[in-house]
Nanobody, 121 residues
Framework: QVQLVESGGGLVQAGGSLRLSCAAS????????MGWFRQAPGKEREFVAS????????YYADSVKGRFTIARDNAKNTVYLQMNSLKPEDTAVYYC??????????????WGQGTQVTVSS
């Protein structure tokens, strides 16, 4: 089992930045693809970004490309999401997820509880 705990959310003005962290316990993240998703009120959960287990490959939703950066530190068992130039439409609960092996958007096995990000205009 992998337990995931997100942190770093909060309230920020439009144009600001936040860095989310996802700390894993129970098992090393080596070998796991990691992803970030978000869910805004009244909307379905959507893919934000993912990173391969090695960290060499990253993938982004078009809506965040060029503004968000996903990274991982396998030695610290932690995945990050650096969010710059935030917009009000980025407001959502952000979740991290883990899947053993390769994936971009689908079939994640483990999920965190989420962290709220609110961007004011």
């Amino acid at each position: 089992q992998v337990q995931l705990v997100e942190s770093g959310g909060g309230l920020v003005q439009a144009g600001g930045s936040l860095r989310l962290s996802c700390a894993a316990s129970g098992r090393t993240l080596s070998g796991y693809a990691m992803g970030w998703f978000r869910q805004a009120p009244g909307k379905e959960r959507e893919f934000v970004a993912s990173i391969s287990w090695s960290g060499y490959s990253t993938y982004y939703a078009d809506s965040v490309k060029g503004r968000f950066t996903i990274a991982r530190d396998n030695a610290k068992n932690t995945v990050y999401l650096q969010m710059n130039s935030l917009k009000p439409e980025d407001t959502a609960v952000y979740y991290c997820a883990a899947k053993l092996g390769f994936t971009i958007k689908y079939e994640y096995d483990y999920w965190g509880q989420g962290t709220q990000v609110t961007v004011s205009s």
